[in-house]
């Protein structure tokens, strides 16, 4: 079992900044976080969740089109954290972000995701 609890979210207006934070922890013998694969989705309002970004176990990135050069994802393994760098943010980004995570070595927006934080809102004005 793998808990996932995401902070950071807040609201900003259109240009600003925020770091968003997915603290993991594990119940079992497995050194977590250097076997998951963990990953952002982001849901607004009346629309259907959109996968973020991911990383997995190498430390390799993928993002959505959308965020590309203007979110970053990463990971703090002696934190057992991982992180959503969101700059340059826009009206568009404003949603519930969650943290996902997968028991495995790498992942894709396709990946089946069993475990997920309860989410942190961000919202963007102009």
């Known amino acids: 079992q793998v808990q996932l609890v995401e902070s950071g979210g807040g609201s900003v207006q259109t240009g600003g900044s925020l770091k968003l934070s997915c603290a993991t922890s594990a119940v079992g013998y497995r050194r977590y976080i250097s076997t998951i694969c963990m990953a952002w989705f982001r849901q607004a309002p009346g629309e259907e969740r959109e996968w973020v970004a991911t990383?997995?176990?190498?430390?390799?990135?993928n993002y959505a089109d959308s965020v590309k050069g203007r979110f970053t994802i990463s990971q703090d393994n002696t934190k057992n954290t991982v992180y959503l760098q969101m700059n340059s943010l826009k009206v568009e980004d404003t949603a519930m972000y969650y943290c996902?995570?997968?028991?495995?070595?790498?992942?894709?927006?396709?990946?089946?995701?069993?475990?997920w934080g309860q989410g942190t809102q961000v919202t963007v004005s102009s």
């Open positions: 996902a995570a997968v028991w495995a070595s790498t992942c894709d927006l396709t990946s089946d995701f069993g475990f």
């Open positions: 990383i997995d176990t190498y430390g390799n990135t």
